[in-house]
């Protein structure tokens, strides 16, 4: 968490969260919010090399869409380190987030057990909602921990007057690179009501302030 940037890997297009090629986090704004272990989201995953995720049933994580062509593999940091293959997937992303949901389903072998599994959201989140990000990234270093974000971070509504009806525009802009795919949680709970995807600065979307864009879960429900 704290800053954000941009991808160079073809398969992973459009991301706010990936990093570029070799592994190497650019960074594009000042630091802008503090970051602490996510040791109490043992859901939260590592997936592939640059990107995050979340367990959601033993075999079934979300991750972002453009994470799937790297997805092979998954670590719960926070759950033992379990590991597991991603055998299959599924994306609703089109290679645009502004007219495709950017998310993916991974089904994993094998499975990775939890006391607990996280609720999905099923209605928006209503403006005003403080959420929290979980991504793998700290200061502009890819890590194999997962960190989530300290300082508030509020839905603002919709992302449709931006061209993205199929996320959240949210403030401030704190995710960045390796953080793609990961939870966006209501703040004090396992609500599952989004993924951190992309952003204003990489859609080249001129704001007073970055806005960040989170692919919503909602929408997609019934279909996960």
Known sequence: MRTHGSLAIALVAACAGCTAAG????SETPAIANAANAAGYPEGLLVGPFCSGTLVAPRVALTAGHCQGLATNVTAPNAGG?????????TFYGGDAATSHDVAILFLDPPIELAQYPTLASAPAAPGTSVVEIGRTDDGQL????????DAVTILGSGSALGFPYNYEAQPDVSEDGDSGGAVMIAGTHELVALVDTDTIEQGISEPEPIDLFASVDQLHDAI
């Open 143 to 150: 890590t194999s921990s997962l960190w989530e974000t300290t």
């Open 23 to 26: 592994g190497a986090a650019t």
């Open 82 to 90: 379990e590991t597991a293959a991603v055998t299959s997937s599924q």
